[in-house]
């Protein structure tokens, strides 16, 4: 199980997660919490009962305060609970072939995004950035 999840991450999610810290100048625990918000804004979209609105609504809150307010403090992600979204989601993809009904499958990968971004230790600096030091540096020894 954990080759899968080590796999899925390098594979699938690390690299889009670090192209996107390098465009966007932001953390991987930044982006980590803007996939949380995004999930609670998702949630709070599809939430079809009242009560289920202001609970999805209450999370979106608590969600936005959170990738405001301590948008760059390292987060966690525990690997059982990758591994159980990575589950749903396939669980969501096969419901959604078989019966049509796709609504809500976004989530897991929102939520895939979020966890792996908070596994990521260190973000290389970005081509263009390597390019232009290796530029000034053959500039210097002119």
Known sequence: MVDIDVWVGKTLFVPPIVKLCQLTRQSQYAISRLFWFITALDQLRIAT?????IIAGLFSLFMMVTASLRADIPAF???????????????????????????????????LFAEYAATITHIPPSERKRESRATRTSEARR
């Open 49 to 53: 009962s009242l009560t289920s609105q």
């Open 77 to 111: 992600s525990m690997r059982w609970f990758r591994l159980v979204a990575l589950v749903f989601l396939l669980l969501d993809v096969f419901s959604g072939v078989v019966s049509g009904e796709w609504k809500g499958v976004e989530i897991w990968v929102l939520v």
